[in-house]
Structures are given as structure tokens and as C-alpha cells.
């Protein structure tokens, strides 16, 4: 049984989705299914973390690696780009398939394509066949992420929609940091087969934790057999439809997409600047971390006063401030004042994306909307940093 029911949705008098509220505990955050599901999203993104530190020493630092600001962008666009190969199947597979078992199993076979890949470092061969499981493994990942991000309605009520979005997935970047520092330091010992042996252990105990909910408690409220190939293209086009109609959400891809690009850009430009100075690296790194922080506690607070778009708003002209301020200032203090400013753009435009897709899209086409939330947020970094190449 859940913690707390889930908040049912209706459809209001403009057409798109609203809920019933008085169906789940108003203002309750910590329910019993949200812990289980911040306990899972934070393990399985440590994981995530030790694997990209993995990714990064086999790409970056083995013997014949060259550190160059196209190096940078080739190991960000192997990070980040696999879920657009798996993307359409995975956006029909999160809306039939039970998420627990996306959950469960989607864990389940990283760690048997990632102890192969541990296995092939271990013996020296970065091949081809090396990178292919490298692809596999991050394809999941991208399954995984949705799927959590979809399960979040039910959990907690749509009331507590933005907290729990400032919460699970901030607190799940943080992990994501820890674990590619812990993945680092074990590579850094036994190279990249070491992070990739504790990215496994990590994803085998997130894959235990989401075992613990039950069959049904995370939805789709009418699981449905595995699609064919037609049946993934007529579900693409009906989400695409319902995104279309349902406008609040749609732009709030839009935007999200367009703040990620600035993120791509700063994050290519500030490697090819400061790569070679790990203390101006570590100060850019920092102070854009004290800005995706302030997001994420800032936007949560602010939606108690002003509405949320508006809170987005001043976010991006103090954004724009900081990064007129920072071109006055010496390297590295000017980018890290962009990264200030784009780090405090970026967090809160994410959270309140991650409401509204959750608060205006029916719960049968969650799913899928999640993942073109995911594409969209991933693509658009690996275009802002190749926009950004050619100018480094």
C-alpha cells in the first residue's frame, strides 16, 4: 500500500490536466514512498557519479589521451547523448512498463553492462566494443532518471510538487558530484575499472531500494505490453500532441532548453580557458555550484511569495547582471561569476519546468513527456557546447 494516495487529475475548464486536491495530505513532503524514492534517486546518481568519473579517466586520461577543449566536448557528448538513441523506445516503455520495474531492472542490467565494461579496462581493451557498453549503460541511465521523475506525482501531493523537485533532484546532483570525487580517487588508484566496480555496488543497492515499493505504487495508473515499433511512433505522436495542447508545459521545455544551452557554452568555454589551472577550475566549479544551490533552495521559498515564472524571471536578470559585472573583472573571477549567474538561471528553471510538466500533463502521457524533458535537457547542453567550440 502507498504512504499516501496519490493526488487523482482531472480536466479543468482550459483543457489541461489539474488534480483533485484533497485526495493526498496537504503539505506533507516526506511520505514514506517520497523517501524511498529520494533514497533511490540518490543512490543510483552516486552511482551515475563513479561511472562518469570512470567514462572520464578511460577517455580523458589513459596513455594517448589528448586534454583539448574538443576532448572536453566529445566526453560530454558521449555523457549525455546515448538516452537520444534509446529516447523514442524509452518515452513509449515508461508509460506501459510498471516503473518499479523500469527501476528495478533498468539498475539491474547497468550493472551487468557495466561489470563487462570493468572487466574489458581491466584487461586493457578500450576499444570499440568498450565504448558501445559505455553507451548502453548511459542509455539507461537516461530511463532510469524519467522514470523517477515521473513516479515523483505519486508520492507526494501536487501541493508539495516544487519542493519535492527542489529536493530530489538538487540533493541527486550533489550525490552525482560526491560520486565522481569517490570515483575519481578509486580510479585514480586503480584506473577506470576501480569506479566503474563501485558504480555497480551503488546501482545494485539503488535497484534493491525500489524493489521495496510496491507492484503499482509509482504508476502508469494502466500498465500495457511492451510496444512494437508502430505502437512506439503513434505513442511519440500522441505525446507530442498532448504537448502541443497543453502550452504551460511545452514552453517550459522551451525555456529549459534554452538555459541548458547557456550551461553547454559556459561549461565548454570555462574547460578551455581554465583546464589547465586546477585552482581556477575549482573556483568556477565552486561558485557555480553556490549558484545551482541557491536556485534550489531560493525557488521552493520564493513560490510561498511571488508566482514561480516571475521568481525565473529575476533569476535571469540577475544572471544577466552577474555576467555583465564578470567581464570586467580578471579569469577566473569573471567566469566565476557567469557560473554564478547561469547555475542560479539553470536550477531554477529546472524545478519549475519539473512542476509544471508534472502539474499539466495527463498521468498517460507522463512518461513520455519526461523523456523529451530529458532529451531536451541534454541535447541542448551538447549543442551549447558545440556552439561554444569553435569560439575557444
Not at 523506445?89 to 539491474?108: E, H
Request: proline residues 5%.
Amino acid at each position: 500500500m502507498r504512504g499516501d494516495a496519490p493526488a487523482s487529475r482531472r480536466t479543468d475548464s482550459s483543457g489541461e490536466a489539474a488534480y483533485d486536491r484533497g485526495v493526498t495530505s496537504a503539505g506533507v513532503l516526506w511520505t514514506p514512498g517520497f523517501k524511498r524514492l529520494l533514497a533511490a534517486r540518490l543512490t543510483s546518481q552516486a552511482g551515475d557519479g563513479a561511472f562518469t568519473a570512470g567514462v572520464a579517466f578511460l577517455v580523458l586520461l589513459s596513455p594517448g589521451s589528448q586534454q583539448t577543449p574538443a576532448a572536453y566536448a566529445g566526453v560530454l557528448a558521449l555523457l549525455l547523448l546515448p538516452f537520444c538513441l534509446v529516447g523514442p523506445f524509452a518515452a513509449s516503455v515508461i508509460d506501459r512498463w510498471r516503473r518499479r520495474r523500469v527501476l528495478v531492472t533498468g539498475q539491474l542490467v547497468r550493472c551487468g553492462v557495466a561489470a563487462v565494461v570493468a572487466v574489458l579496462a581491466l584487461v586493457g581493451d578500450s576499444g570499440p566494443w568498450t565504448y558501445a557498453l559505455v553507451l548502453v549503460a548511459l542509455g539507461v541511465n537516461r530511463l532510469v532518471l524519467a522514470a523517477l521523475s515521473a513516479a515523483v506525482p505519486h508520492v507526494v501531493g501536487p501541493d508539495r510538487f516544487v519542493d519535492a523537485n527542489a529536493v530530489g533532484p538538487t540533493s541527486g546532483s550533489v550525490t552525482t558530484g560526491i560520486g565522481i570525487g569517490v570515483g575519481g580517487a578509486v580510479a585514480a588508484v586503480t584506473q577506470t575499472a576501480g569506479a566503474v566496480v563501485v558504480a555497480v555496488v551503488l546501482w545494485a543497492v539503488a535497484a534493491l531500494v525500489a524493489r521495496g515499493f510496491g507492484r503499482d505504487e509509482l504508476g502508469p495508473d494502466h500498465p500495457r505490453p511492451t510496444p512494437s515499433l508502430r505502437a512506439t511512433a503513434r505513442d511519440l505522436a500522441a505525446v507530442a500532441r498532448h504537448l502541443r495542447e497543453r502550452r504551460r508545459a511545452s514552453a517550459a521545455l522551451a525555456r529549459l532548453g534554452a538555459a541548458r544551452l547557456l550551461v553547454g557554452a559556459l561549461t565548454i568555454a570555462t574547460l578551455a580557458v581554465t583546464g589547465t589551472a586546477g585552482t581556477d577550475a575549482a573556483v568556477v566549479a565552486l561558485t557555480g555550484g553556490v549558484g545551482f544551490g541557491l536556485g534550489a533552495v531560493g525557488t521552493p521559498v520564493a513560490s510561498r511569495f511571488v508566482r514561480t515564472g516571475a521568481w525565473v524571471a529575476g533569476c535571469l536578470a540577475a544572471a544577466a547582471v552577474l555576467v555583465l559585472v564578470g567581464t570586467t573583472l580578471p579569469v577566473p573571477w569573471s567566469w566565476a561569476l557567469a557560473a554564478l549567474g547561469v547555475g542560479l538561471l539553470a536550477q531554477s528553471t529546472k524545478i519549475w519546468t519539473d512542476t509544471l510538466v508534472q502539474r499539466h500533463v495527463d498521468e498517460p502521457f507522463l512518461g513520455r513527456a519526461f523523456t523529451v524533458y530529458d532529451l531536451v535537457y541534454n541535447a541542448s547542453f551538447v549543442v551549447g557546447t558545440l556552439v561554444a567550440l569553435p569560439w575557444v
